[in-house]
């Protein structure tokens, strides 16, 4: 089972160039999110979508913006990348009917903004 | 104030002991859940065992328990037998059903703990 799936896993970016991370799951979840994580910080939530259809700002959502595609996607993008934006991005995805919104993640996408 | 304090940066442990990694967390909400992840050098994030605030008895999953102190905001991991393959980072995470009301906003992380099993 694929899970959760990243592309790219690694990107190297050019100050102010422009790119869209893609995340897909396979598990059939409602809720899909986007995390950041700097080194020695843990994960912190850029945007999430709690349905198809719907997406909201998480703790650091300056400079991103999401696009819930359909239940199965939901892509991120950059549109001026700058060097504070180098960073290890994470896409989840959870069940809300489970009761717990247990998070499953995919592998990462390893951004460096020059 | 941070919502999830890991106190142990980096913790060094024998092969086969008993490893507790320490997690407190800061809530108003009476309704949230508890989270802990491994993310080994590879760097995936890796779901161990989660905690409700409801729940009357502590969680455990294999060789990983949960100590639940609700009263002391406490949510300690236990790694019960340790091996080779647990060194990694772990990290403790909390969901509030905060400011959606439906529960399906984001983990707020701890820094984690680096956790080295020596042989």
């Known amino acids: 089972n694929a899970g959760v799936t990243q592309t790219p896993k690694f990107q190297v970016l050019k100050t102010g160039q422009s790119m869209t991370l893609q995340c897909a799951q396979d598990m059939n979840h409602n809720s899909m999110y986007w995390y950041r994580q700097d080194p020695g910080m843990g994960l912190r939530l850029i945007y999430y979508s709690a349905s198809e259809g719907t997406t909201d700002k998480g703790e650091v959502p300056n400079g991103y913006n999401v696009s819930r595609l359909n239940k199965r996607e939901f892509s991120l993008r950059l549109e001026s990348a700058a060097p504070s934006q180098t960073s290890v991005y994470f896409c989840a995805s959870s069940e809300l009917a489970s009761g717990k919104n247990i998070q499953y993640f995919g592998a990462g996408t390893r951004l460096s903004v020059l | 104030a941070q919502k999830i304090t890991q106190t142990q940066p980096g913790m060094f442990v024998q092969e086969k002991e008993a490893v507790t990694l320490d997690c407190t967390y800061d809530?108003?909400?009476?309704?949230?859940?508890l989270f802990w992840y491994k993310q080994p050098s590879s760097g995936e994030m890796i779901f161990l065992i989660y905690?409700?605030?409801?729940?009357?008895q502590n969680a455990t999953e294999g060789r990983y328990s949960l100590n639940f102190q609700k009263a002391r905001k406490s949510a300690n991991l236990v790694i019960s037998a340790s091996q080779l393959g647990d060194s990694a980072m772990y990290f403790c995470a909390m969901r509030e059903r905060g400011y959606s009301g439906g529960g399906a906003d984001g983990l707020t992380f701890g820094k984690g703990t680096h956790l080295i099993i020596q042989p």
């Open positions: 905690q409700g605030s409801y729940d009357q």
């Open positions: 809530t108003s909400d009476p309704s949230y859940g």
